[in-house]
């Protein structure tokens, strides 16, 4: 098992460089590689991300923001592990749950791992209001599809990194996280959840979600919940468990410079 960390930053420059910190400073029980994509920032994220020299470190650059979730496609793209890991460069998370998040995989006890903030416990949300949000588009997503998630839109969302691809995610912005649930609960995927430690911002530090992101969470889920299940779908995502690989499609990648074979 090797593991790719997965980070999207867009002007970051006050937590992004504690945050690469955190991460390579982890013990983790497999390999890993940090992939960071700046996604057009114009404060002092490139100049952060120039003095990075750590051969764990894989860096990328948009040259004009494209959305968090087209830097999280883009930085899949350039993965080499077997399994990939968003993580915010925020600091909302910590790392040091993400050895927890591997353990089940490690054991054979599940591919698809979830950290999974549970309010009262090891969390502290600014704003009732996003907390609230939370759980009605997690309740949402458990109704639409008859499961039983305790966080819809944690950051920290261990798949398969074939699994991941074989999705053909399309949300270029925080329609990502959704979309990637509502499409693995429409396959038939459970994911396991692990509690993990958060600590949110407020909108003054620099969190960048607003309720229209709510808004088209609930009509991503929708739109994934009534559309069929494609037979080849589902035949591309067992096909990726069975020889670990499968193809980014190349007409969502072109305009993040992403070739099908997920190369940049």
Not at 2 to 20: F, G, H, Q, R, W
Not at 28 to 47: A, H, M, N, Q, W
Not at 92 to 112: C, F, K, M, N, T
Not at 233 to 245: D, E, K, S, T
Request: hydrophobic share 40%; aromatic share 6%; charged share 25%.
């Amino acid at each position: 098992m090797k593991l790719s960390i997965l980070m999207a930053a867009y002007n970051e420059d006050e937590t992004l460089e504690a945050a690469v910190n955190a991460v390579l400073s982890t013990s983790y029980p497999c390999d890993f590689e940090l992939i960071i994509v700046d996604d057009g920032s114009v404060d002092k994220t490139p100049r952060i991300l120039s003095r990075l020299a750590d051969p764990r470190v894989r860096r990328h650059c948009h040259s004009c923001n494209l959305g968090k979730g087209a830097a999280l496609l883009t930085a899949s793209a350039l993965a080499a592990g077997t399994h990939v890991l968003p993580f915010d460069a925020d600091l909302e998370y910590s790392p040091h749950d993400i050895p927890r998040l591997l353990e089940p995989v490690l054991q054979g006890r599940a591919d698809v791992v979830y950290g999974s903030r549970l309010c009262g416990l090891n969390t502290m949300y600014q704003s009732y209001r996003y907390a609230l949000g939370n759980k009605l588009t997690t309740l949402a997503a458990n109704i639409l599809f008859d499961a039983h998630l305790a966080d819809l839109h944690t950051c920290l969302k261990l798949v398969p990194l074939h699994l991941f691809r074989s999705l053909r995610l399309a949300s270029d912005g925080f329609g990502l996280d959704t979309e990637l649930t509502a499409r693995l609960l429409r396959l038939g995927v459970r994911p396991f959840e692990v509690p993990v430690t958060y600590h949110s911002r407020s909108r003054a530090e620099g969190k960048k979600i607003a309720w229209q992101d709510g808004m088209d969470c609930l009509v991503t889920l929708a739109k994934v919940r009534m559309s069929p299940r494609s037979r080849s779908l589902v035949a591309g995502a067992r096909l990726g468990a069975a020889c670990g690989a499968s193809d980014l499609d190349e007409s969502r990648s072109s305009g993040r410079g992403v070739r099908a074979d997920g190369q940049l």
